[in-house]
């Protein structure tokens, strides 16, 4: 499964605007964004944070990619199947759980 890093930070420029989602019928104002004010709690700061942390953080371990590659080309690698089949099972009853109502 490839991974893709395409979840984008939430900007200024992302939140300014009319404040209205399309399609939904907001009254209008005579004074738009006139007096209005946004508060964001503590949690907030820490949020953006996190997100700046995991933004600079690689997705991928590359040095544990290279020991495995290295360790399956010199013939080191083992694979453990009580393992692999445990993953699995549990993989198919998190499926089947999530598609049931």
């Known amino acids: 499964m490839k991974i893709d890093n395409n979840i984008k930070p939430v900007t200024r420029d992302t939140v300014s605007g009319s404040g209205t989602r399309p399609g939904k019928g907001a009254p209008s104002t005579p004074n738009p964004g006139k007096g209005d004010q946004v508060q964001l709690s503590p949690l907030s700061s820490q949020l953006q944070a996190i997100e700046s942390s995991m933004a600079n953080s690689p997705v ?11 360790a399956i080309s010199e013939g080191r690698f083992k694979v453990n199947p009580d393992v ?14 999530s598609r049931q109502p």
């Open 84 to 97: 692999v089949a445990d993953s699995l099972l549990q993989t198919a009853r998190e499926l089947l759980r």
């Open 60 to 70: 991928v371990n590359s040095e544990r990619v290279a020991e495995i590659r290295q």
